[in-house]
């Protein structure tokens, strides 16, 4: 999996367990709410800036931040038929 594809993946699974709609996580990041939509659709990649606002906005270390994106690259993916 790309890595913007699996960042936005874990962002938008963080947000939703943090009970935040995009515009409160850009809010708390001090981000635009297109932004964060940009990064959760994978379109774009975070600077570390950006990375460490997402994880101070969501209470996590940037380093679990980092550790679930990569879990979430190194998933098995099912193959397209």
């Not at 009970?19 to 939509?37: I, K, M, N, P, W």
């Not at 679990?64 to 998933?75: D, F, N, T, Y």
């Amino acid at each position: 999996m790309d890595a913007a594809v699996a960042f936005g993946t874990v962002l938008r699974r963080l947000r939703q367990e943090a009970g935040l709609t995009q515009e409160q996580l850009g809010f708390e990041a001090d981000l635009r709410r297109t932004y964060v939509s940009v990064l959760e659709l994978g379109q774009q990649q975070p600077s570390l800036t950006t990375i460490l606002k997402l994880a101070s906005a969501l209470k996590q270390p940037a380093h679990e931040l980092m550790r679930l994106v990569e879990a979430e690259i190194s998933k098995p993916r099912r193959k397209k038929v």
